[in-house]
C-alpha cells in the first residue's frame, strides 16, 4: 500500500485547480529562474609576468596565449621593421597575423633583406635611404629576418593567432592587457632558448601573474 501524502500527519489533499496553479508557478520559476542565471558575459582582464632564464629575467622573449575564443580582426595599422646602422629594429618583432610589416631602410645604402622562413618568404631591395616594402603576414609562425648584403643582420618576425601578446622588455617583464577569463595555454618563445609552455588561468578583475622560467642562463 502507497503512503498518502502528509505533513505532521495530515493528509495533504490535492484539487485539480490547485494542481494547474502549482504547475503555473512551477513554470515560471522555471523560466524567469532561467533566464535570470544565464552568464553575463565576463569582463577582460590583465595578465602581468616575467620570463626569465635561470635567474635573470630574458629580454625580447614573445609571450603569448593559445586558445583564446572569439575572432579578432587584424590591426589595420603597419608593423614597422627598421634597418638603421645595420642594425633591425626591433630586433624581435610580434604582430597578429593580418598585419602588415613596413621595412623600412634608413641607411644611407643598400639592403637586400629576405627570409626563407615557413610561415614567410621574401626577397626584397631596399636601395636607398627611406626604401619602403610592404610584407603581408598571412601564416602564423617564426620568420626568420636575414640581409644579404650584411650577413651579422637578423631579426625575427613572430606572427601570432590573435592579438593576446607581449614582448619582454629588458627586465623580462611583460603585459597582456584585455585578455577574456578563462584557462589557456601561455606560450614563451626566445631565440635563444626555445619555446616553453604553460597552463595560464585568467580570472574576472585580478586577472593574472605568470611566471615562466626557462633552465639555464
Ligand atoms: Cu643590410
Known sequence: MRPTPSINGTPLKYSRTSFVLLSASALMVLCFGASSSTPRPLAPANVAGKVMAGAAGLANAVVYLEGVPGTFPAPT????????????????????????VELLNSDDFLHNTFSDSKAKTFNLNQPVKDSRSLLKTDQAGVVEVRCHIHGSMQAWLIVLDNPFFAVTDAKGIFHINGVPPGTYKMKAWSETHGTLTQEVKVVEKDGATVLLKFAGK
Open 77 to 100: 595599422q603597419r608593423a614597422i621593421l627598421n634597418q638603421k646602422d645595420k642594425n633591425f629594429t626591433p630586433h624581435v618583432l610580434a604582430v597578429q597575423k593580418g598585419t602588415t
